[in-house]
Structure formats: C-alpha cells, structure tokens
C-alpha cells in the first residue's frame, strides 16, 4: 500500500497528485495551497482524509496497485 496525496486548488481548478505532504512544496508554495507544510504535517490524517484551506482541498489516500494473491476488499 502506498500513499497518495491529492490536492485540488480551487480557485486555479487545477488538480495534482504527490506521494508525500513534503512533495507538495517541491512544485507549489505555500500561499497557492493555503497552508504551511507544518500545518498540513500537524493535521490528524489518522482521523481525517481530508483537510480543507481557504485555496485548497487536500486528500490522503491509498494507491492500489495490481499485483498477484487476489483480490483486496476496498471500502
């Protein structure tokens, strides 16, 4: 299982997809997502998928991947 973070800027409509919160400061700054990469560190992702800013939704997620031994059950 691999992490996959998805974050949707709103008002620019644009959609992108990283493998880490630190991932998300390599290619945008902290004004287009509305937060601080401190900030989205802190956030409860145990308790939450999702965390909303004033510019931006960001999601956590799992990535399936293909792979042998059958089928997994997603929720």
Do not use: C
């Not at 299982?1 to 991932?23: G, N, Q, R, T, W």
């Not at 937060?35 to 939450?48: E, G």
């Amino acid at each position: 299982m691999d992490k996959v973070v998805y974050v949707h800027l709103i008002f620019e409509k644009k959609d992108y997809f990283f493998s880490s919160i630190a991932a998300i400061y390599d290619h945008l700054d902290a004004q287009r997502v509305g937060a601080s990469y401190n900030t989205l560190r802190n956030v409860r992702w145990k308790d939450t998928s999702v965390h909303t800013t004033p510019r931006a939704v960001v999601r956590i997620g799992r990535l399936l991947r293909a792979g042998r031994g059958g089928r997994e059950n997603v929720p």
